[in-house]
């Protein structure tokens, strides 16, 4: 009877569900209500950023790719020959490309993420251009410990590489605890290269999240397609509202998804209410200064080693390194 119970109840089916099934409950169940933004990128949630990417408000990517291109030879300094270069959230790889072909020769590269369908179609693309190098995806939550493959283990040295400023969807502590996190991966002597957003005026950063065309609205909203489909939810989605603003005093974008009437809301068959106007926080993005990075990264004992900007001084690269 009860292994026929349990074969008959919707469970989901893999560990990735079961943690996005238990993190979606628990954040509806809290006040106030939040969902957790890595859960953005499924299939199409990761298709809409790639379009986000391109708006004219959106200045992060193409800035980075900038200071990429511009700065590349000298960043590739930091990589030794033959090290494994491992990129935390890869996505598209696009900032990986750059540096690859500024890098020396190198064991592997290893993109890491958690959308398992990006990170394997990204890598075969990415391996038919570069055919020399050895592309070792891993589809992993960069939030936790996770195994390299053992030949970027057997590297004689390895080189994080964390661009698009996804450390700051981290809260402050959560940076650090990723920092520590890591610097256990990548072991005694390495290297670890960020991208991350600077703190600058309040309408840039504005404009940035409530682009004309809708596309952030869109992504922001896919999260809910994304519970109905896969929760079994019945979220109405022209009742909800994206909502997006910088906070200053906490140097963050913050993202909402406003529900525009009283209403209830079912997951897997769990109900929750709505107030009119009441949020769930969808997204933080934290925006730092190179001082404050520095400074969280020393914390956990990375050192500084390296600082591009572009010339408005809108997002930064940021290299450090662990003691031998
Ligand atoms: C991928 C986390 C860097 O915070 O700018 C873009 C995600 N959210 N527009 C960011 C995002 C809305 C993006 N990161």
Not at 121 to 148: N, S, Y
Not at 161 to 188: M, Q, V, W
Not at 227 to 242: M, P, Q, S, V, Y
Request: glycine share 8%; proline share 5%.
């Amino acid at each position: 009877m009860v292994a026929l119970a349990r074969k008959l109840a919707p469970l989901p089916q893999t560990a990735e569900a079961t943690a996005f099934a238990t993190d979606v409950l628990a954040g509806l169940g809290a006040t106030p209500k939040t969902v957790p933004a890595k859960y953005f990128y499924d299939g199409a949630g990761s298709q809409l950023f790639e379009r986000i990417t391109e708006l004219p408000e959106y200045y992060p990517t193409r800035t980075e790719m900038r200071i990429l291109r511009d700065e590349g030879a000298e960043i590739a300094r930091l990589i030794q020959s033959g090290a494994a270069l491992v990129e935390f959230g890869s996505g598209s790889s696009k900032k990986a490309r750059i540096l690859l072909r500024a890098a020396p020769p190198l064991a592997a590269y290893v993109p890491v993420d958690i959308c398992g369908e990006m990170v394997e179609q990204e890598a075969a693309e990415l391996q038919v251009d570069f055919p020399q190098l050895k592309v070792l995806p891993v589809t992993a939550d960069i939030c936790f410990p996770f195994e390299l493959p053992a030949e970027a283990k057997a590297a004689p040295a390895r080189v994080g590489f964390f661009p698009g400023s996804t450390i700051g969807n981290f809260e402050p502590h959560e940076a650090a605890a990723f920092l520590r996190n890591a610097a256990k991966i990548l072991g005694a002597g390495s290297t670890l290269i960020i991208g991350a957003d600077l703190i600058k005026d309040t309408e840039i950063l504005n404009a940035a999240y409530n682009d004309k065309d809708g596309v952030t609205a869109k992504f922001n909203l896919n999260l809910l397609a994304r519970i109905n489909r896969e929760l079994a939810g019945n979220f109405k989605l022209d009742t909800f509202e994206h909502h997006a603003f910088f906070n200053r005093e906490r140097n963050r974008i913050e993202m909402h998804l406003a529900s525009l009437k009283r209403q209830k809301v079912k997951v897997t068959g769990e109900c929750f209410d709505f107030r009119a106007g009441e949020t769930i926080h969808t997204e933080n993005s934290y925006k730092y200064s190179v001082e404050s990075l520095g400074a969280l990264a020393c914390g956990v004992g990375w050192q500084p080693a390296g600082v591009w900007t572009d010339k408005r001084k809108y997002f930064s690269i940021q290299a450090f390194k662990l003691a031998e």
